[in-house]
Structure formats: C-alpha cells, structure tokens
C-alpha cells in the first residue's frame, strides 16, 4: 500500500460534467459558476468543471470555457476538463485548464462505439495529445481515465490483464495521472481491490484516481474497497447525478457527500465542509428540480458522534 | 479469520420484525404468510418472523405464533423470533421456534430506554433464559443481538471496550450464538473491521451474525467489511424497509436483495435465487404501498456478466 491509511483522501467533483452530460436540460452558465463557487468554499479543491466536445454533440457543456476562466480564479483550485481527442486537448489547453481527462475504454466494443476508435487507436491519440502539451510547454496535467475497467453494457466481461495493458501503454506514453472508471456499475469491492492493487504494482503512485458509478447500490463500497487498496483520490458527482442511460432509474456517481461522510465516519481527512457540501447539493436540486438526485446522507445527517461542537 | 473467503455466506431475512415493526399499519397474516413462502422459496433458509413482545405495546407483530408454526413446515426453515425478557422466551419455547434473539444494548442509555433495564441486568435475564431453555430441554437456540453496538443516539459514543465485555459476559452466560448490530446506523467500514475483529478474537466463531441498517449509505460498505473480518452471516430486510424513528426518511436495514447481489457479485454462494428476491420485493411494495422501500440493485437489474445464461 503506497499510502498510509491516515493520508489525507482528495475527492474531485465530477457532477458539472458527468452529472450534467446526461441530463436533457441544459443547466444556465450562471448557475454553474455559482456550483464551483460553493464547491470551492466546501473545501473541493479539484473540479471537473466539463468537456471540450462540439457544442452541437453536447450544449449541456458548451459553456466550458468560461467555467474554466472563472475557475483559474479561485485560490487553489485545479478545473479539469474531459477531452475527447487532439482537438479537444488543444482547447483545453487554450482555455488554461490545469488538467485534462482522455477517457481511454477497456471494452473494445466500448471504445468503438463511444470513441469511434479502437483502444489502440486512442493510446496512439493520448501520445499525440503528450507531445502536443509538450511542445507548447503548457503547463495541463493530462490524466487518462480507463472507462468500463470492470465490464461493459456491450461486451460484458472486461479482461483484468487487458485493462493492465492499457494502464501500463499510457504510462509509457507518458501521461500524468491514470483513473480507473467502473463506468457502467459492474465493479464490486473484491473486483476493485484486486485491480488496482495490480495495477499500482504495475505503474505506482501514477494511478491515482478512482471513479465509481452506484448503479447497483455498490458505490461506496467499492470506494472502501479501493481506498484499502491504496487509492487516495475519488471522483465523485454532489447529489450522486448522472444515472446511465444502459440502467434507466439507477444512479449516477457516488454522491460527493456520501462519499465526504464515508472518509469522514473513519477519521480521514478530506478538507471538505460537509454542511457546505449538503447546502451545494440542497441548491443543486433546486436548479435540477424534477431530476432524480441520489445519495444517503443528506437525508439522516451525521451522527450524533461527528456532529462537529 | 476463521473462514474462507469462498465459504458460502447466510442472509437471514428480518424485514417481518425488524422491517415491519415500526410500521404504523399491521401486515394481514395472510400477506406475512406469502411473504415467508416467497422467501423460503428465494433460498432463504433463516428467516426472523415477528417478537414475542405484549400485543398492545406491538400489535404488528401479533399473530408471531402463527408464523413460526407455519415457517416449521417449510423444509430447512429455520424461523428466528425476537423475545425482550424471560416471558417472552417461554412464548417462544412453546411456540417451537428454531431461534429466539435477545436484545441487548450495549448503550448504557438506550438499554434504560428501550428495555427499562441496565445491560447488566439483562445479562442476568440472558442467564436465567438459557437455565430455563435447558431446564425443558427445549431446541431452541439463543442467540443475542448486541444492539448499539457502533453508537447511539441517546448516549452518542459506544466503547468498544463495553461491546467485548458484554459480548463476553453472555459467551459466559452459555448462549450459542452473538452478533453485532448497527441499530442507529452510526457504524463506519473501519469500526466494523475492528470490533468484529476484536470480538471474534474473543469468542470466535459464537460471534456469528452481523446486523446493518443503511441509515446513512454506509450500509452495504458495512457488509463487505464485516465479510473481511470474517464474518458469514447477515441480517437484511426485503426492500431495505424499516427506517428508523430517529432519522426521519432514512433507509431500514440492508436491504435482502442487495446484500444478495454484493456476494453473488463478488463470486460468493449465498443459495438465493435473485430473480426470486426481486419478485418477494416487488410483492412487499405491493403490500405496503405508501411506504418507502428502499436498495439498489431492483432499479438497474443485474449486470450483464451476472445474468444467469
């Protein structure tokens, strides 16, 4: 295990992206920049603020840019952005995202579908986006998000020593960061720890993040799971937004403050105010009124134990 | 840890008592009749049919004699009844119930609270049942829940130092089965690993049961952590009914069904039949319409890798 079970647990707000790329509405510029202004002033120090794809594909996030700009003001806030392919890296990097996320599918048939190119394809795409950012000396994490690392609505089972494969390709391309995604909510926490245990004795403290769909009631479990693997960092969407368009009715991400209340029923910090997290998920419902929100801890509160004096 | 992780693991279903009693409306005999058949045909083969506590004060779980006579003609049934005190252990014995569960809080103020006794004067019923199950030779198991095991909402905190004195006064007291309970839903995956750790280096394998609510999220992570430490028996309600009065709005138990779907998932026999769960449940939100259901895996259905060919 790379980390001490008492170092600090970094999660990352996904919710402006992954929540919102899937919902029909199209949520105001407004009142996304006030989320990232309540979610910096809960303690989220790292916010996936959207993606740089055609406004004509996606116009929930045609507004990156400007979420971009407003983010690089806030003190200590790192904005990524996800990017599809070179195009995007590039207005990523114009924009002044201090990261981007390539997702990379394990499932071949994931990848062809969602990507329009082989896995191989796109590890030849991550090494172009490297030398790209490098050319140009910006100053953009790129971070590769291996989507549908524990199965696939399509293909069904997803190989460990395929997933392993790519981890390491991308390393060798070298990228900054590596994610592991269970995407469409096939992972369980055996599952979980094993693969990441192989994959950071393959690459090390390169892997560093880990994204969880609750789909199936297991999210949060398999955070456990993960974190006992080593894992330090957790993507995460406030009010557990986003669903599946594979699972109608299911859940989205791990909710943002359930996976808060998690680290912090076991004593782990994570810098997060978690009376600021449940008034941004109280203000977010009220923006998406009439979409399922998710998550547990909003509606019992903390114990009695954590209630701070 | 005393056990393989491949061993099989054992869900008891106790949605008919803890589930059903803090119900306002009673549940027609007929409907918990089916229900036990729905679930002995599901696989269940322990179920926690109703309590032998007065009728006036509980007036849900009266008809619980008539249950248990029924659940003893299901074959490999074993019917479970909660009994509060020394009377309600002989209803049981009469009754010929295969288990009765005694309550006992490990909270100093929730035992005065709830049972109008100290832990210590429950420890002395405890004996004083176990000498009159013996002393009419009755089969009738006695196992204790050891509830607010993991926090309180009256006291707050919970020593586990006072967990493992109890747990060890009642091993003393000649009982044949203990188990741990989160009756509130303060437990955290880290604070199960070790109490359960601790208790089980105690009295081994007498520890033997483990009892979440999912108040607050954490339940299903709860689960897999009590799994770790090695435990292989759970409690759960069908449809994760139950709530509890001091968290309005909050989730019962673990549901049945998705306990069910985290071992299958991770490769675990638990003899249930899934599609069997969800048509129990489906029946149960029938029955009880109006009220909360609760769980995960009956919105999205099993992953495609899980589906039985």
Redesign the interface.
């Known amino acids: 295990m790379p980390h001490a079970r008492s170092a600090p647990v970094t999660v990352r707000e996904v919710g402006l992206r992954d929540g919102l790329q899937i919902l029909p509405r199209v949520l105001p510029t407004a009142h996304k920049l006030e989320w990232i202004r309540l979610a910096h002033a809960a303690g989220l120090r790292e916010i996936e603020v959207g993606s740089f794809v055609p406004a004509k594909l996606m116009p929930q996030l045609a507004d990156t840019a400007e979420l971009v700009a407003f983010a690089n003001t806030l003190p200590g806030l790192q904005a990524s952005v996800l990017v599809p392919n070179v195009k995007g890296a590039e207005r990523a990097i114009e924009a002044g995202a201090h990261a981007m996320l390539l997702p990379l599918s394990a499932s071949h048939a994931h990848s062809l579908a969602n990507m329009k190119r082989t896995p191989d394809e796109v590890v030849a795409d991550v090494r172009r986006i490297v030398d790209l950012r490098d050319a140009k000396g910006a100053d953009c994490r790129i971070e590769i998000g291996i989507s549908t690392a524990f ?3 399509i293909q ?2 997803v190989e460990p020593a395929e997933v392993l494969r790519l981890v390491r390709a991308v390393r060798d391309a070298g990228v900054d960061r590596i994610g592991l995604a269970d995407t ?3 992972a ?4 979980v720890q094993q693969l990441f245990a192989s994959c950071l004795d393959a690459v090390g403290d390169t892997l560093s993040c880990a994204h969880f769909h ?5 999210g ?2 398999n ?3 993960a974190w006992q693997a080593g894992m330090r960092r957790f993507d995460a969407c406030t009010g557990g937004i986003g669903g ?1 368009p594979h ?1 109608p ?3 989205g991400n791990v ?1 943002t403050e ?1 996976v808060a ?2 680290f912090a ?3 782990i910090p994570t810098g997060l105010d978690f009376a600021a997290l449940l008034a941004l998920r109280a203000q977010v419902a009220q923006w998406l009124e009439g979409e399922p929100l998710h ?3 909003w ?3 903390l ?3 954590l209630v701070p004096a």
């Open positions: 199965g696939c609505t069904g089972r469409v909510g096939y369980d926490p055996l599952q609750d789909t199936r009631g297991l949060v479990a955070v456990f799971a599946c699972a009715g299911a859940s909710a359930d209340y998690l029923s076991m004593g998550g547990a801890i509606r019992a509160g114990p009695k134990t």
